[in-house]
């Protein structure tokens, strides 16, 4: 098990190194749009008009890339101040309930979004911006990255389970 834990860190790791390659495409599509405004160079477009939908299209790809790192990390938004306050088995309890609840909305959310995602491609709806795509595109990362929750939840409990009784203290906002 902990072979399959360090194979999925590693996949989750190189997700969030696509997700930085997309933020420095996104960065090189933005600034040649600025450029290309600003500059007015006859020979050239005077801007990109797809470069706000696409920059859209990008960060939300850098949130699904980078999410399922960020909760191996520890830094995913975490209140804990309570948890670092009540005595530690009861944290490390509620920490574990908290990850069971975390999981069972990872996998609804899942399944939900590949619902959604397949019944957009079957109707054959459209996105109609500046540029003209299939909706589906949009929707289909949502249940490959909610999967990729799920089981990283698993292994989280795992960690939880394993080690000492008490809270996390990885991302504490108290000591």
């Not at 600034?31 to 050239?44: E, T």
């Not at 209140?79 to 574990?96: N, R």
Request: glycine share 6%; net charge positive.
């Amino acid at each position: 098990m902990d072979r399959l834990s360090l194979l999925f860190g590693r996949l989750i790791a190189g997700l969030a190194l696509v997700g930085c390659a997309i933020l420095f495409a996104m960065m090189f599509i933005i600034v040649g749009d600025v450029l290309l405004r600003d500059l007015a160079i006859s020979f050239l477009p005077q801007g990109l008009a797809w470069s706000n939908e696409v920059s859209e299209l990008m960060l939300y790809l850098i949130t699904m890339c980078v999410a399922p790192w960020l909760l191996r990390q520890g830094q995913h938004i975490r209140v804990d101040i309570v948890l670092q306050a009540i005595p530690a088995k009861l944290a490390w309890y509620l920490e574990f309930i908290g990850d069971l609840v975390g999981f069972v909305c990872c996998v609804m959310i899942m399944i939900y979004s590949f619902k959604a995602s397949l019944n957009s491609y079957q109707s054959g709806a459209l996105s109609i911006k500046t540029l003209v795509t299939p909706e589906w595109w949009g929707l289909a990362p949502l249940p490959f990255v909610f999967m990729l929750l799920s089981i990283e939840m698993v292994f989280r409990m795992r960690r939880l389970y394993l080690g000492p009784r008490g809270p996390r203290h990885d991302a504490v906002s108290a000591s």
